[in-house]
């Protein structure tokens, strides 16, 4: 049972717009900034979001949001290259340790 | 440009020991906390632990499934965090990866990877 919930899977249409949910509470999601990965083909992941930063390299395609518990990362303009494993996590201070959504599969149809 | 490397993983038996080590480069390795995650084949990534920078007290931080058995240290002279895995079992089975956040707390999400390193715990 992971910390954070995530969708179990997505899909969308090449350049249409998909948001990707996770879920939290107070001590996380609620106190601290979320991070989103991305996983292609079980290789090494990558940070797509750091909070609302967009690392150096990441298409703006990609952004995110946080609303209370819950963080949101959206993708407009779907590209087939999209299709992978998403990931959350964000640190939790009452568990102090950096905790994790079970992943989401988006699949580009 | 940052760079994790890990290496240390292979095949080794339930009871055994095995030390794991991640080198760094492109970065001032003494100022950030280093994570370690684990990953199933298969399944989602699990977060291992960290050992923060000497500025918050080079302190550590486990998960359950592995506190008591898993140690984290770090040279920081050498670049390089050590994750040194006794007692191992089967379910440690997984590919390990080294990572980076943003400051040396731990607190912030990931920022960078490495390419991971696979642990085989078998008899």
């Known amino acids: 049972q992971s910390a954070l919930t995530q969708e179990a899977s997505v899909s969308g249409t090449v350049g249409q717009k998909v948001t990707l949910s996770c879920s939290g509470n107070r001590n996380n999601i609620g106190s601290y900034a979320v991070g989103w990965y991305q996983q292609i083909s079980h290789g090494a992941p990558k940070t797509v979001m750091l909070?609302?930063s967009l690392p150096s390299g990441i298409p703006d395609r990609f952004s995110a949001s946080k609303s209370g518990t819950t963080a949101s990362l959206t993708i407009s303009g779907l590209q087939p290259e999209d299709e992978a494993d998403y990931y959350c996590s964000t640190w939790d201070y009452s568990l102090s340790a950096q905790v994790f959504g079970g992943g989401t599969k988006l699949t580009v149809l | 440009e940052v760079q994790l490397v890990e290496s240390g993983g292979g095949l080794e038996q339930p009871g055994r020991s095995l030390r794991l080590s991640c080198t760094a480069s492109g970065f001032s390795f003494g100022e950030y906390a280093m994570n370690w995650l684990r990953q199933v084949p298969g399944k989602g990534l699990e977060w291992v632990g960290l050992i923060r920078s000497n500025s918050y007290g080079g302190t550590t931080e486990y998960a359950a499934a592995v506190k008591g058995r898993f140690i984290m240290s770090r040279d920081d002279s050498k670049s390089i965090a050590y994750l040194q895995m006794n007692s191992l079992k089967t379910e440690d089975t997984a590919v390990y990866f080294c990572?980076?956040?943003?400051?040396?707390?731990?607190?912030?999400?990931?920022?960078?990877w490495g390419q991971g390193t696979l642990v085989t715990v078998s008899s």
């Open positions: 909070g609302d």
């Open positions: 990572t980076r956040g943003r400051e040396g707390h731990g607190s912030s999400p990931i920022n960078y």
